[in-house]
């Protein structure tokens, strides 16, 4: 009798990160207990000693410490073996001074990787692109990015993007196009005629009209 295969769902924004518990260069990891308290940016890459690769994963690495400092945890994935991770981190650690300390899971079954979306068969059926999952503190994914296999993430943005969700749910706002940390928020729109006449009435943020307006936090 065959076993039914299992049939993934491509998670969205909004929706809880699937658990699991993996393998990873720290030992076994489940995402429910590493998530507790804090933020997740959960990556995949390709595969080990590939070039852009081991520079997307060296920025991280050097940034560390900003993460930390934002309440954020990072989750490196490949589907590589445990002993291909470790001798990577080690050969980037003495070719870089760069150590990539943080976990990555061997995800060799590709559980993970399905889980989440992660292999796109009009690239690859054997490697996972360049997925990027914000998690927040509630284990709610609030962001996903998508990266061929050809082309390197952006570290900026994944930070400043991280800073706008973290302000958004401080500050119950809105960031508009390009919007960076110091820079103006977006104040809710009005949603009754109530609303709307107070919001005309507001000499204490800078309005477009009554439904596009901006304020310094």
């Given at each position: 009798?065959?076993?039914?295969?299992?049939?993934?769902?491509?998670?969205?924004?909004?929706?809880?990160?699937p658990d699991?518990?993996?393998?990873?260069?720290?030992?076994?990891?489940?995402?429910?207990?590493?998530?507790?308290?804090?933020?997740?940016?959960?990556?995949?890459?390709?595969?080990?000693?590939?070039?852009?690769?081991?520079?997307?994963?060296?920025?991280?690495?050097?940034?560390?410490?900003?993460?930390?400092?934002?309440?954020?945890?990072?989750?490196?994935?490949?589907?590589?073996?445990?002993?291909?991770?470790?001798?990577?981190?080690?050969?980037?650690?003495?070719?870089?001074?760069?150590?990539?300390?943080?976990?990555?899971?061997?995800?060799?079954?590709?559980?993970?990787?399905h889980l989440y979306g992660?292999?796109?068969?009009?690239?690859?059926?054997?490697?996972?692109?360049?997925?990027?999952?914000?998690?927040?503190?509630?284990?709610?994914?609030?962001?996903?990015?998508?990266?061929?296999?050809?082309?390197?993430?952006?570290?900026?943005?994944?930070?400043?993007?991280?800073?706008?969700?973290?302000?958004?749910?401080?500050?119950?706002?809105?960031?508009?196009?390009?919007?960076?940390?110091?820079?103006?928020?977006?104040?809710?729109?009005?949603?009754?005629?109530?609303?709307?006449?107070?919001?005309?009435?507001?000499?204490?943020?800078?309005?477009?009209?009554?439904?596009?307006?901006?304020?310094?936090?």
């Amino acid at each position: 009798m065959e076993t039914p295969s299992t049939t993934y769902t491509m998670p969205r924004i909004g929706d809880p990160a699937p658990d699991f518990t993996a393998p990873t260069t720290h030992g076994d990891l489940t995402l429910s207990e590493y998530n507790k308290d804090a933020w997740v940016i959960m990556f995949s890459h390709p595969a080990d000693f590939t070039p852009v690769c081991t520079t997307e994963l060296s920025a991280f690495a050097m940034d560390k410490e900003w993460f930390a400092a934002h309440n954020t945890k990072l989750i490196g994935l490949s589907i590589d073996s445990i002993h291909s991770h470790l001798a990577w981190v080690n050969n980037v650690r003495e070719k870089t001074g760069v150590y990539m300390d943080f976990p990555i899971i061997a995800d060799l079954d590709m559980h993970v990787a399905h889980l989440y979306g992660m292999l796109h068969p009009g690239a690859s059926s054997t490697a996972a692109v360049r997925a990027v999952f914000f998690i927040d503190p509630k284990g709610v994914i609030r962001l996903i990015m998508y990266y061929p296999l050809n082309v390197g993430r952006n570290m900026e943005e994944i930070q400043r993007v991280l800073v706008a969700l973290q302000t958004a749910d401080t500050h119950a706002c809105a960031l508009p196009v390009n919007w960076v940390e110091g820079d103006k928020v977006i104040v809710p729109p009005p949603k009754n005629l109530k609303e709307m006449d107070a919001r005309i009435a507001d000499q204490s943020v800078e309005k477009v009209d009554f439904y596009l307006a901006r304020k310094s936090l």
